[in-house]
């Protein structure tokens, strides 16, 4: 079950068809065309998705989820995890800001930074700031492995009862985490909503067309998919095994903790402008590489489990 809604959204999906006399919708590096039905279509859908929403925070407000696992201790560790990709401008200060919430919360705690490949100083700021604070961690990958292989990496490294974690380039405040944790007694997985996204318009539109759809075929209950702001049980996450390594990783993480029963609740908490670096998830290639991804873990997941000639 799941309380709270709001429209939201961080992940996106494309896909650009049709003839040269159809419309446009401009993107930084690429036009992709997109036919007068698409667009009506993606207006139904996102119309769908909207009231889905509004019905469900109703329905959250009325019935309160709990939590399925045993109670936690009352101040329980956290591990906060934060994956980083050239994010050598944001990560400093967004490790200092967790340190600063957690020990108002709980004695135990760890901060870790998972380094995605970056060619910048990354992995440089963060070295240092463990060489003076024995609780941060830094964990390196050679080579560049996407947003999934990030956040796969951080689960597996984080040793706490209860993990958080946000992404590196600051477009979250992680002051906002005792915000979760205060509700960490009323559902397995306390996941944030944005308030009000500050993005450009076609990453808006993107975003919630991607929410209502994945909302619609995988049949989620939760509204902002893609905010990644979540504080959850260890127990939880342990209990399920990710495959993604691309930006389809919180469909398929909320999508399966969800068919296991556990509980979620949403707070909302505030998403800022990006002021350094650039997304990787809006770029064509990206796009066209996460609707491929989309699409098969919905044949994987969906459809392929209900056919009777499945074998």
């Given at each position: 079950m799941f309380r709270g809604s709001r429209d939201g959204g961080a992940g996106a999906c494309g896909w650009g068809t049709g003839r040269r006399d159809r419309p446009r919708l401009l993107f930084p590096g690429a036009m992709i065309r997109v036919s007068p039905l698409a667009v009506l279509l993606s207006a139904l859908l996102l119309a769908w998705g909207n009231k889905k929403a509004r019905a469900g925070a109703a329905a959250g407000r009325e019935r309160p989820p709990g939590p399925s696992l045993p109670p936690l201790p009352p101040r329980p560790g956290v591990s906060v995890f934060f994956p980083a990709y050239n994010d050598a401008g944001t990560i400093g200060g967004q490790v200092r800001k967790a340190l600063e919430a957690l020990e108002?919360?709980?004695?135990?705690?760890?901060?870790?930074?998972?380094?995605?490949?970056?060619?910048?100083?990354?992995?440089?700021?963060?070295?240092?700031?463990?060489?003076?604070?024995?609780?941060?961690?830094?964990?390196q990958h050679p080579g560049n492995r996407g947003y999934g292989g990030a956040l796969r990496s951080g689960f597996a490294a984080a040793r706490k009862q209860l993990i958080f974690y946000t992404d590196g380039d600051g477009q979250y405040d992680v002051s906002?985490?005792?915000?979760?944790?205060?509700?960490?007694?009323?559902?397995?997985?306390?996941?944030?909503?944005?308030?009000?996204?500050?993005?450009?318009?076609?990453?808006?539109?993107?975003?919630?067309?991607?929410?209502?759809?994945a909302r619609f075929l995988f049949r989620i209950r939760l509204v902002d998919i893609d905010c990644d702001f979540r504080l959850m049980r260890k127990e939880a996450i342990d209990s399920i095994e990710l495959e993604s390594w691309g930006g389809t990783i919180c469909l398929?993480?909320?999508?399966?903790?969800?068919?296991?029963?556990?509980?979620?609740?949403?707070?909302?908490?505030?998403h800022y402008a990006r002021h350094t670096g650039r997304s990787r998830f809006f770029r064509p290639r990206h796009l066209y590489e996460m609707g491929r991804e989309f699409l098969r873990m919905w044949w994987r997941m969906m459809l392929k489990p209900r056919l009777p000639f499945r074998g």
């Open positions: 108002s919360l709980t004695p135990d705690i760890e901060v870790i930074v998972v380094d995605d490949g970056s060619t910048d100083d990354t992995a440089a700021v963060v070295e240092e700031m463990a060489s003076r604070d024995p609780r941060v961690r830094l964990v906002e985490l005792p915000l979760l944790f205060a509700r960490r007694d009323e559902a397995d997985i306390v996941n944030g909503y944005k308030i009000k996204r500050h993005d450009p318009f076609y990453r808006i539109w993107l975003g919630a067309l991607y929410n209502a759809a398929e993480m909320v999508k399966k903790l969800q068919d296991r029963g556990f509980t979620f609740v949403e707070v909302p908490v505030h």
